[in-house]
């Protein structure tokens, strides 16, 4: 019982005394709120640039027989979100972080508004690959049965392939939220007291590193397996519906 006494009277000293264990809460509060915001960005922007380059690749051969100013925006707007793509996947998500708190918004005060900003625009990267594979995957015939409805593009895309492409990449969309959670444990290279950093304060005060970090992992592990579950079950919901 030597080890089991220990590991009480050490738990009770890293988290109990001077009430510690507020930090863990009020970092695992901060964390979900900067997941959270940066997940609604993510989709929106990611959702956008989507559309974009879907449009793109489905239209372009007609759009390049007219030759109109439509075929010039769109092919300015592709080669934008390209760039977008390429920097935001190409280039560390710390650094990107960084970036936007020393240089983008260098004056500002929020630190949590410019983690939100950061970590949204570097979700929506990988939301808008995650959306536009989902658009590809819908068969072309399902476009010509919106035609021969009488919509236009949009009104097919609105009315039969989002409703569609929702059902394929809604799991995917998930996942990418699980791996926004752990990615954020990073918002305190600015500072922000998140769930990890935390842990390392709580680490820093107490000079025992095993409770306080271990800790830290636990909450991320049980969150993820939440959502894990989560994820799964409603993947198993839709297969159901398939049928």
Known sequence: MMWHSK?????????????????????????????LFAVLIGIAL???????????DKNIESL????????????????ICKIYLTVIRGTPTVV?????YFIVFATSNNDVQIAVFAFGINSGAYVAEIIR????????????????LGFNYLQTMFHIIIPQMVKNVLPALCNEFIVLIKETSIAGYIGITDLTKAGDLIRGR???????LFGVAAIYLLLVLVLTYLVGKLERRLRANER
Request: glycine share 8%.
């Open 133 to 148: 594979a989902g658009i590809m995957a819908v068969p072309e015939g399902q476009f010509e049965a919106g035609r021969s």
């Open 46 to 56: 990611g959702t956008v640039v989507a559309s974009i380059r879907s449009t793109y």
């Open 96 to 100: 990107q972080l960084l970036i936007a």
């Open 64 to 79: 390049k027989k007219r030759k109109n100013l439509g075929y010039y925006i769109l092919s300015v707007c592709n080669v």
């Open 206 to 212: 107490t000079f025992s590193a095993f409770l306080p």
């Open 7 to 35: 590991f009480i009277s050490d738990f009770k000293f890293v988290f109990l005394e001077n009430e510690r264990y507020k930090l863990i809460i009020e970092g695992l509060f901060v964390t979900l709120e900067i997941t």
